[in-house]
């Protein structure tokens, strides 16, 4: 390829993403269909590789630096048996060399599609040479240059943990699993680590950047551990399309670490000095710490201290309300307070330190996010999960076992959290037709009422007579108040009412 070539490759790549006008060697104008067919024909053959490099190398635009990755990485992954070892190592070492070289100065886009090259290299031949199993050793030197570098290791190791986490189109899931448990092994708790050590350098100020790079440091680095946590490492193959998380199996070998008080200590002061998408990252770790096997611990009494921690954490965020004005923290913190039941037994959860208080608070912040519904529709059913959770428990669990009267307060929470679902639930009504559509109605909502409505039996059979006593005082005053409508109305058609009828008909309706 020569410079004459390359500034043809640069016009197809303007006009392919932004429209830009290029003509044919004839002089006819060229469409974005065309320009694209043209481009594609690069990842035709293995022989274009050269070429993709001479582009990375010399060219000065950024969409023609995509191109010439995306090629690349199509051309590695459909003509790898092509390639010797010795070529494959080659690839590699260019491209990380490129990107220690120009890493920080390129578009995010091109930077993106180099590390995801890279990763695939490395993917693909984890067990040609150990030379690709040491690249979370080579991002290292990254990890200690510039702060940009330090962003760009990040980046690539986030990708990496990805790239051998998720099945690749073409390959079985039998090598899939082969490269993947190598690499649990061989290479991710280092990576881990990795993500924790530069959480800590950001608290203790080690790192010396500006708000921006820093902003960028801790989301990358949180984004590592919550990928790290989430790592398939018993090839379950989870549904990445829920956002419920199960047990999380971390090997044996990563026990200190995830025990260690300063640990989950960190991950919530970051929650409380940082704002989304920083506070709720660091929320997301905590849901996956608290999901960790029961087995991990060596012995009851370390499990209990670990609850004891999160409880305390969980505490002194409800009783200050920290982030829990940001949507995101907000949601994110429902589904770690679902979560705590499904992972420990009620029977833990009433010995720990301060659950009686721990209870109150969570009724409040129920009752609280119920009747703020119109902001947490989406959220509500993990509370209600939370409660669901508790009160199925108590059977199970002798009343003189750990807090003096947990029974007693739980049903007196219940009760408290139902009333305020009921009282919610029928006053919406009212509000969403005042506001005449600029209101979604959360009954209109079959997703997110489906699930409440799957919890809510297994609580009210709970305190079953007080709670039916409370939705008949409810409900037969407005069954009474509905026959006197109609009755006044005699044979004619609502529609005929006044106004002020016809919106108390629909209420009540």
């Known amino acids: ?159 990496l943990v990805d790239e051998l986490n998720i099945p690749t189109t073409g390959r079985t899931l039998t090598q899939h699993r082969k490269t993947s448990v190598s690499f649990r092994d061989v290479c991710l708790f280092k990576v881990f680590q990795l993500g924790l050590t530069t959480l800590k350098q950001l608290q203790t100020r080690a790192i010396v950047a500006d708000p921006r790079q820093e902003a960028i440091l801790g989301e990358q680095a949180l984004s590592l551990v919550v990928r790290c946590l989430n790592f398939d490492f018993i090839g379950t193959n989870p549904d990445e399309s829920t956002e419920d998380v199960g047990t999380i199996q971390a090997p044996t070998s990563w026990r200190n670490v995830l025990q260690d008080p300063a640990t989950i200590e960190m991950l919530f002061e970051f929650y409380a000095n940082t704002d989304p998408p920083r506070s709720s990252k660091a929320m997301e770790a905590v849901i996956l710490l608290c999901s960790v096997r029961r087995s991990l611990f060596p012995t009851d009494k370390d499990r209990a201290e670990f609850l004891g921690r999160l409880m305390t954490g969980i505490r002194e965020l409800l009783k200050n309300q920290t982030g829990l004005q940001h949507q995101d923290n907000y949601h994110q913190f429902c589904r770690l307070l679902g979560r705590l039941k499904a992972n420990y037994q009620l029977s833990e959860l009433v010995k720990a330190d301060g659950y009686l208080e721990w209870l109150e608070l969570c009724s409040s912040f129920t009752v609280q996010s119920i009747r703020n519904w119109q902001y947490s529709t989406n959220s509500i059913h993990y509370l209600l999960a939370l409660w669901g959770r508790l009160v199925a428990a108590v059977p199970y669990v002798r009343p003189e076992t750990g807090a003096r009267g947990h029974v007693q307060a739980l049903e007196k929470q219940v009760i408290t959290v139902v009333e305020a679902y009921v009282d919610s639930m029928l006053g919406s009504v009212e509000t969403v037709l005042r506001e005449e559509g600029a209101l979604d109605d959360p009954l209109d909502d079959d997703g997110s009422l489906k699930e409440q409505l799957d919890r809510l039996p297994v609580i009210c059979r709970f305190q079953y007579g007080p709670i039916a006593n409370y939705i008949l005082a409810k409900y037969d005053p407005l069954l009474a108040k509905y026959r006197e409508m109609m009755n006044h109305l005699g044979t004619s058609a609502t529609s005929s009412a006044p106004p002020d009828v016809q919106q108390q008909v629909a209420i009540v309706e």
Request: glycine share 4%.
């Open 1 to 159: 390829m020569d410079q004459q070539q390359l500034a043809q490759v640069e016009s197809l790549c303007e006009t392919l993403y932004t429209g830009a006008a290029s003509t044919s060697e004839s002089g006819e104008p060229i469409t974005r269909a065309e320009a694209q067919s043209r481009l594609l024909s690069l990842q035709s053959s293995a022989d274009y590789i050269p070429q993709c490099q001479y582009i990375l190398d010399h060219s000065q635009s950024h969409y023609a630096r995509l191109v010439a990755s995306n090629s690349l990485t199509e051309l590695i992954t459909t003509h790898w048996n092509n390639f010797t070892v010795p070529q494959r190592i080659d690839i590699r070492n260019y491209i990380l060399g490129y990107l220690a070289n120009q890493g920080p100065t390129p578009q995010d886009f091109v930077v993106t599609s180099l590390i995801k090259l890279v990763c695939r290299i490395t993917k693909l031949g984890w067990f040609d040479d150990k030379t690709h199993r040491e690249l979370a050793d080579d991002v290292t030197k990254f990890l200690q240059a510039t702060v940009d570098h330090c962003i760009l290791g990040l980046k690539i190791l986030n990708q």
